[in-house]
């Protein structure tokens, strides 16, 4: 049967933007350095604009990539220790005889150094001066002016490593997500009208005009119009709409329709450049451009740290001098130099990146991917979580959620008549209809099916047995004078008459994923402070699916457009310093989960666009995970918080011993190793995040059990 003429127009026919070609990019903060603009490389999915057909990386590919970077690694280390234990060893300052050594240090410097120098003095050009490269550069140049070179060698080689394993772990991330994406290329089968026969070619070559052909399983690859043939087209990739929509010869498809039932040939109206799925792209850019990056913690640090322990050392090296009688400027500003090295954070250089290497691992074991560092870091801070609902709150599947009998008719019997009607009808409610009776382990008899009628935006007319079952739209039964009094059931509703009679009706309705309304009570039990659900499909259903799961924010009836605007007044409402995150799954909301701070996706059955536009991916669909996501992050930024504040704690000392002169540079560095270690293995605690959202989830449904009311008395049963 066909369904009710309830729902809205397709969202992309009112997109009026023009498209441009272009590439889905991540937004993050980058300081410029390899290992940052290897972490914010896009994955493009094939088929849309700037793609490359490939599969994801096997591990033998990852080792041959990273093969340079470990050779530099390994080459710095051998140089470092043949400089420690060669003959000889430099004095504070060299002497011409051993320039030869001071060689071998400053090779291994820059092997794995000059990453770091150069991204310094790119970011002072840009104007921000106290991050961690300026301050790894100021105190290993004062390392080498002190003669310490070994000391500016391990700081940077340290901080190589400890990049090493936090790109090891976002890369993983990176290939899980591009295998769980579609990347074979996109072709379209272009029809020859007189002959039949058609040729295979790329979206872009196709001409307005063009007769295509879609099958059932297939995305419609360009806007057009239904030439030939029927079928039900589900929109909701692009629409939000979770109804599937039937179209027949005249009527209009965008790109990106999912075809389910009949081989339809399209007439292509409008060219790839400016379909529909390349206006949500043209959208995706636009909200790309407006998102702030989102800093890492380690960049916020050294904001403040490194300003402040360069002025400490200015002020050991310029102060004594002027006030204490005899005091030398050249041993003071030697002091000055030992402060500014000893400052250097060898712990938080390598421990923060194997906190984030642990904590995207660790979040990994909860099938969610997280594609860098600084999204740990903005998960952290949610304050808004906002769901889409069709395929995230929702299975995106249709199923008989209710079955009402008006008469003598009972709901078995209802159902059994209904089913057998809508038996040789492909359309996604007759199926659901189908697969509701054949769940009661009962069995459609084709031999009781007589002749049979279905219109198009009516319904079903169908002899079953002895009976005359129409099986429709309210309309139907108005146009055939059949008497109800059922014409404002919410949801999609399948009115049934038999001979003549109004026996009763059937709601289909998308159904709710199990753990959908679990999630949102464990989000309010972590504290997030607002929940909100944006849908493109219509009021009534929206506030129905919020009003189970206990949402009270709603908006329905969107285009994607609208979303991104929506959002951006949440984000404006947002209390300072808190970030927002949008979970979706469909085309149409690239652009939204592009322009939140942080996008989730839908890994399992989201679409491409959505899993390329996102920070973070559920590998299986479980909206469950959006919880797991976040106290992901809190988890990882615990631990880095703890490291940060014992590094500090052991630098107080050190810092204040080296400028009373009571400590020498080796004592100092002896002692930031030990140091280095204890940050190290604290670490590792960030992959062991497994039993922590268990307790977060067991408080979610224990806070869920309260405010329903339910408990067990002595008895053990529910009450």
Excluded at 638 to 645: A, E, G, H, S, Y
Aim: net charge negative; proline share 4%.
């Amino acid at each position: 049967m066909t369904q009710e003429d309830t729902t809205q127009e397709s969202a992309t026919h009112e997109i009026t933007t023009t498209s441009t070609k272009g590439s889905i990019m991540d937004s993050s903060d980058s300081c410029g350095c390899d290992h940052c603009s290897a972490a914010t490389a896009p994955i493009i999915p094939a088929g849309l604009p700037g793609s490359e057909p490939r599969s994801a990386a096997p591990a033998s590919s990852v080792l041959k990539e990273n093969l340079p970077r470990l050779a530099r690694i390994g080459l710095a280390v051998t140089l470092l220790l043949l400089g420690m234990f060669a003959p000889g060893r430099i004095p504070n300052f060299p002497a011409v005889g051993s320039l030869s050594l001071v060689g071998i240090y400053l090779l291994a410097y820059l092997l794995v150094g000059w990453t770091v120098v150069a991204s310094a003095v790119r970011n002072i050009a840009r104007g921000r001066v106290f991050d961690e490269m300026f301050l790894m550069t100021v105190a290993t140049a004062g390392a080498f002016a002190i003669g310490e070179f070994p000391e500016a060698v391990a700081v940077m080689l340290f901080y190589s490593v400890g990049e090493y394993f936090q790109d090891l772990a976002v890369g993983r991330s990176r290939r899980s997500i591009a295998a769980l994406m579609d990347l074979r290329p996109e072709e379209v089968r272009v029809v020859d009208p007189e002959t039949s026969s058609f040729v295979t070619t790329a979206p872009e070559a196709v001409e307005l005009g063009a007769l295509i052909e879609v099958y059932p399983g297939e995305r419609v690859p360009l806007d057009g119009v239904i030439s030939e043939g029927e079928s039900g087209m589900d929109t909701s990739a692009l629409t939000g709409e979770s109804m599937p929509r039937s179209v027949a010869p005249g009527d209009e498809v965008s790109a990106g329709y999912m075809n389910e039932t009949g081989r339809v040939r399209i007439r292509v109206t409008r060219p790839f450049g400016e379909s529909a799925i390349s206006r949500i792209l043209k959208l995706v850019q636009e909200a790309a451009e407006r998102k702030s990056p989102t800093e890492r913690t380690v960049t916020k640090f050294a904001r403040v740290y490194t300003p402040i322990v360069v002025g400490i050392a200015a002020v050991v090296a310029v102060l004594p001098p002027l006030l204490i009688p005899g005091a030398m400027f050249s041993d003071w500003i030697y002091r000055a130099l030992v402060v500014l090295v000893i400052s250097c954070p060898c712990a938080l250089v390598v421990s923060i990146p194997l906190s984030y290497f642990a904590g995207i691992g660790g979040a990994s074991r909860n099938r969610v991917l997280v594609k860098g560092a600084n999204y740990l870091d903005a998960l952290n801070d949610v304050h808004t979580v906002v769901f889409d609902k069709t395929g995230t709150l929702t299975r995106g599947a249709f199923a008989v959620s209710e079955i009402v009998p008006r008469g003598a008719l009972s709901a078995d019997e209802l159902l059994r008549l209904a089913a057998h009607a809508e038996s040789v009808s492909t359309h996604p409610i007759a199926r659901s209809i189908q697969d509701a009776y054949l769940a009661t382990g009962k069995e459609i008899d084709g031999t009781l099916l007589g002749a049979v009628s279905e219109e198009r935006g009516f319904g079903v007319t169908a002899q079953v047995g002895e009976h005359r079952v129409i099986a429709g739209s309210h309309r139907m039964l108005h146009r055939d004078e059949i008497e109800h009094s059922d014409c404002d059931v919410l949801g999609t509703t399948v009115y049934i008459a038999v001979d003549g009679n109004y026996a009763g009706y059937l709601v289909v309705a998308d159904q709710l994923k199990p753990e959908a309304a679990d999630a949102v009570t464990q989000l309010r039990a972590m504290g997030v402070g607002r929940i909100v659900m944006l849908t493109g499909d219509n009021r009534g259903i929206a506030e129905d699916v919020a009003t189970r799961l206990g949402i009270a924010e709603v908006h329905s009836e969107l285009l994607p457009e609208d979303k991104v605007r929506l959002l951006e007044t949440l984000q404006d409402e947002l209390p300072a310093g808190r970030k927002l995150a949008f979970v979706g799954d469909g085309i149409n909301d690239a652009p939204v989960l592009t322009r939140a701070d942080v996008g989730i996706a839908m890994g399992g059955l989201g679409s491409d666009a959505a899993i390329e536009a996102a920070d973070v991916v559920l590998m299986d669909d479980g909206v469950d995970r959006v919880p797991a996501a976040i106290f992901a992050g809190r988890y990882t930024q615990r631990v880095v918080k703890q490291n940060i504040w014992f590094t500090l704690l052991a630098k107080a000392v050190f810092i204040s011993l080296g400028a009373a002169g009571l400590a020498g540079m080796w004592l100092a560095v002896i002692g930031d190793m030990g140091v280095a270690l204890v940050a190290v293995l604290n670490s590792t605690k960030a992959l062991r995040q497994g039993n922590s959202v268990a307790l977060y989830s067991a408080a979610g449904i224990l806070t869920r059990m309260s405010k329903q009311k339910v408990w067990w008395g002595n008895s053990g049963s529910a009450k």
